[in-house]
């Protein structure tokens, strides 16, 4: 019974490093791949336009209100102003104030929403040519260097050039 179970443990382990040896492993290094795709930089070119033109919005509401604030300290030395009117033009400043925090918030969110938009289909259109590089080629798993993952590789399990040609570069 002893040399059946045995025979069991060895047969399983010879069954698993046979499927081991038999799986192909492949890499890419998908931030060089990703940076020499034409989209790539037509996408950048389109979400630093986008960024500037927030920027420049938040900017001009940033102007505004310095111009309003000195304008109101202003009327103040003056003595120009009553107390009230001095509270109710300092709500006033306040509430803009309020209003550029909350512009600028949306606009690092919309930012991240506008990457996403631009990206995601580039990222897609680099897993599908991956996944058919895989498939095509019988690799079991492809790693990606470029994320620090790989430890160690043989050049001739690069994959990058196949997943290249995949995407007609």
Known sequence: MKSIK???VLAVALLFTVTISAQKFGYINSAELFQQIPEVKEAQANLETYQTQLQKKGQEMLTAYQTEYQALGQKQ???ELSPK????EGQKLKTKEVEIG???QESEQKI???NETLFKPIRD?????IDAVAKENGYAYIFDYSVGVLIYADDKTDVTGLVKAKLGM
């Open 6 to 8: 045995i025979t069991l």
């Open 77 to 79: 030395q003056q003595g």
């Open 85 to 88: 009117a001095l509270e109710v």
């Open 102 to 104: 909350k512009f600028q």
């Open 112 to 114: 991240v929403q506008k």
């Open 125 to 129: 259109k680099i897993q599908t040519a």
